[in-house]
């Protein structure tokens, strides 16, 4: 059984053989390795231009304009080069006292503020204002900047929750408490699945914003006179290697998904993309996922008579997982998968210790001492209660320093795997959800702590040649993982109570089809809203990582968890050209198999032509914002799906229609569960 908590997912250099090396900058993590698209910049920007300072404002070149920053406050203005300019950060909060002297060396303007103990620097760089704000005290001040979106003609601000959001800032039903985004923060390595996000303005203007120290950064929605905005928190601390804080500001065509561009170009410039290309020329299997959907299994559909039942249906590529409930999946249905041309995988978590002789879950089992040993402890000495208040979170660095010896997490994979599966599921570890250790026998920081993280999937990834997936992943983890379950939902936190209230969710019984699993639940309208109303949907992590990771929905939302969303999720899959997220057994086959076979067979073949592209572009054609079109590569695969109810340009309402270069036009109307 999973043993996830719900409500909130997610330094030393080293190198492993298997791997590229992984640089830590500050609080952020590239990682070096093969790239995808070059970067949107030109490369001479910068060197056309100088910072300029005119008493207590620094100008600074940015591609399409200037940036203005105000040394007193660190309010920043843009100034297009058609004229228009509007702010880029309000004031930063709670004032910084005086600001000293600008002076101007290499291109790079420097002031302090004394007061606080901190020294800013800004710059062009690859045609982005670049700040940097360092704290010479050991711990603090908080400072809150930038505040963004609060010029009067923002219209919308694109946020990488999950798969992406691009919301109305002026929307009365988005300020309010029901929509559950004002009034709530997200960390950046923690709570968003990349650490960016963006502003779009009337007359093709936007700006995007890159948070390069993601930890110890956190972006918080705040609603003020009936309009959104977003105020971005840094903790300085020199123990977490936060005490420098960098911040990137670009302007864009205010397209929903610039921020993305912008995004995937400066994780390109940084080495942080590696391509599926890269990842299946290096382990084949990989190259099973494509066209690929993924299910959660039970039951019959465990069995080799149920691997056998599928591909009679005509499905000719899945992913089947099994979970931690004492019932894997044995050698026979393995080799069936196999012949199938399925992959197979166990879930598995390494960040949970509970006293083995109570445990409630065999993956929260550990061989002694790691419970309670290898626990994480707060600075007051206390431990970190685990998932659902079990137990506790097992600290990576204890792991990391046993590993050498008692090899429990080589011993682990091993009997996982020992069925003969090709693939694994390794829960929460490129979440984000990262632990500072106050243990004397093995403190660690959040950074070490990600990079311990990023170490041990790269050596199932790599060493044992696993078609490795993990939750929610965020994009600091695109170079160790092949695919992710959870980083295509945009959860709101009304989710979360939801599912605590087993009577209407379901819990973990029958012990053969799980109700967390199989009852199927009607949405508040709130929460459909917020998660699934595709006016609001933005294919923000398709932008940046379709080409690098396979990315579904979490897993205890499957397809048919959610009848009233059926269709739109349907729709939504194949517009990003990512895999529906199932759960089977033999009656989940009985009523939805040959409608499951449909959905696969028409997505399989969409999928091999731009599995390995990059998303190009994404547009919304109609001013009600139910029509999109995507493209993936130079034009390889081009989607257009209708959300209404009404036919557009002789697309049916419901349908999506997708055109494979040098193909026709095929058309797809999936109907609701």
């Given at each position: 059984m999973r043993t996830r908590k719900t409500g909130k997912t997610r330094k030393t250099t080293k190198t492993t053989k298997t791997t590229k090396k992984i640089v830590a900058l500050g609080g952020a993590l590239t990682v070096v390795g093969v790239v995808g698209t070059a970067t949107a910049f030109g490369t001479g920007t910068d060197a056309r231009r100088d910072v300029e300072v005119h008493g207590g404002r620094v100008t600074v070149p940015v591609a399409g304009g200037h940036a203005v920053v105000d040394t007193a406050t660190l309010a920043v203005r843009a100034r297009a080069d058609d004229g228009r300019t509007w702010q880029l950060s309000a004031p930063a909060a709670g004032g910084l006292g005086p600001a000293g002297q600008v002076s101007v060396h290499g291109g790079t303007?420097?002031?302090?503020?004394?007061?606080?103990?901190?020294?800013?620097?800004?710059?062009?760089?690859?045609?982005?204002?670049?700040?940097?704000?360092?704290?010479?005290?050991?711990?603090?001040?908080?400072?809150?900047?930038?505040?963004?979106?609060?010029?009067?003609?923002?219209?919308?601000?694109?946020?990488?929750?999950?798969?992406?959001?691009?919301?109305?800032?002026?929307?009365?039903?988005?300020?309010?408490?029901?929509?559950?985004?004002?009034g709530s923060e997200s960390g950046m390595a923690d709570g968003l699945t990349m650490p960016f996000w963006g502003t779009s303005l009337p007359g093709r203007h936007g700006a995007s914003y890159i948070a390069e120290t993601d930890i110890g950064t956190t972006l918080k929605f705040v609603s003020a006179g009936g309009r959104l905005h977003a105020e971005t928190e840094h903790a300085f601390s020199a123990r977490e290697d936060t005490a420098e804080y960098r911040v990137t500001f670009a302007l864009t065509d205010g397209s929903p998904v610039a921020a993305a561009r912008d995004y995937r170009a400066w994780l390109t410039a940084h080495g942080g993309i590696t391509t599926l290309r890269t990842k299946i020329?290096?382990?084949?299997?990989?190259?099973?996922?494509?066209?690929?959907?993924?299910?959660?299994?039970?039951?019959?559909?465990?069995t080799a008579e149920g691997v056998r039942r599928l591909r009679r249906l005509g499905i000719d590529r899945m992913w089947l997982g099994y979970d931690a409930d004492g019932s894997p999946m044995d050698a026979g249905a393995a080799r069936a998968a196999e012949r199938a041309g399925y992959l197979v995988g166990p879930y598995d978590s390494w960040a949970n210790a509970q006293d083995p002789a109570s445990a409630h879950t065999p993956v929260s089992k550990w061989p002694a001492p790691v419970w309670p040993d290898a626990c994480v402890h707060r600075a007051d000495g206390k431990p970190v209660t685990g998932f659902g208040g079990r137990g506790c979170y097992v600290s990576s660095e204890a792991l990391?320093?046993?590993?050498?010896?008692?090899?429990?997490?080589?011993?682990?994979?091993?009997?996982?795997?020992?069925?003969?599966?090709?693939?694994?599921?390794?829960?929460?570890?490129?979440?984000?959800?990262?632990?500072?250790?106050?243990?004397?026998?093995?403190?660690?920081?959040?950074?070490?702590?990600?990079?311990?993280?990023?170490?041990?999937?790269?050596?199932?990834?790599?060493?044992?040649?696993?078609?490795?997936?993990?939750?929610?992943?965020?994009?600091?983890?695109?170079?160790?993982?092949?695919?992710?379950?959870?980083?295509?939902?945009?959860?709101?936190?009304?989710?979360?109570?939801?599912?605590?209230?087993r009577a209407t969710w379901g819990g973990y019984t029958p012990a053969g089809a799980p109700g967390i699993y199989f009852k199927p639940v009607r949405l508040p309208d709130d929460v459909a809203r917020a998660m699934y109303d595709p006016r609001y949907r933005v294919p923000l992590y398709q932008t940046v990582l379709h080409d690098s990771v396979i990315s579904t929905e979490r897993w205890e939302l499957p397809w048919s968890k959610l009848p009233d969303q059926s269709r739109t999720r349907a729709l939504l899959a194949m517009l990003y050209d990512v895999p529906l997220n199932l759960v089977l057994d033999g009656p989940e086959l009985d009523r939805h198999g040959e409608r499951i076979a449909r959905l696969q067979k028409y997505f399989a073949p969409l999928h091999r032509a731009a599995?390995?592209?990059?998303?190009?572009?994404?547009?919304?054609?109609?001013?009600?914002?139910?029509?999109?079109?995507?493209?993936?590569?130079?034009?390889?695969?081009?989607?257009?799906?209708?959300?209404?109810?009404?036919?557009?340009?002789?697309l049916p309402g419901g349908c999506v229609s997708a055109v494979v270069r040098g193909g026709e036009a095929r058309q797809s109307c999936p109907a609701g569960l």
């Open positions: 303007a420097t002031w302090r503020y004394g007061e606080q103990g901190l020294t800013v620097t800004a710059s062009a760089r690859a045609g982005r204002l670049a700040v940097s704000v360092r704290s010479a005290r050991r711990s603090g001040p908080t400072l809150t900047w930038p505040v963004t979106g609060g010029d009067p003609a923002t219209k919308d601000m694109q946020i990488p929750r999950g798969e992406g959001l691009s919301v109305p800032v002026a929307d009365r039903w988005w300020n309010s408490a029901r929509a559950g985004l004002a020329a290096r382990n084949p299997e990989v190259g099973r996922l494509v066209g690929a959907f993924h299910a959660y299994t039970w039951g019959e559909a465990r990391r320093r046993t590993e050498p010896t008692r090899h429990l997490l080589a011993d682990r994979t091993r009997e996982m795997t020992a069925n003969g599966a090709d693939s694994y599921f390794l829960d929460v570890d490129a979440a984000g959800e990262l632990f500072t250790d106050h243990t004397p026998a093995h403190p660690m920081t959040k950074a070490e702590d990600r990079q311990n993280r990023l170490d041990r999937m790269a050596r199932l990834s790599g060493d044992r040649k696993l078609v490795l997936g993990s939750e929610s992943a965020g994009s600091w983890a695109n170079g160790v993982l092949a695919f992710s379950h959870g980083s295509g939902t945009p959860v709101t936190d009304r989710l979360w109570a939801l599912e605590r209230d599995a390995t592209e990059p998303m190009t572009d994404f547009r919304v054609l109609t001013p009600d914002r139910q029509v999109q079109r995507t493209t993936f590569g130079d034009g390889v695969l081009t989607v257009t799906a209708n959300f209404s109810a009404v036919s557009h340009d002789g």
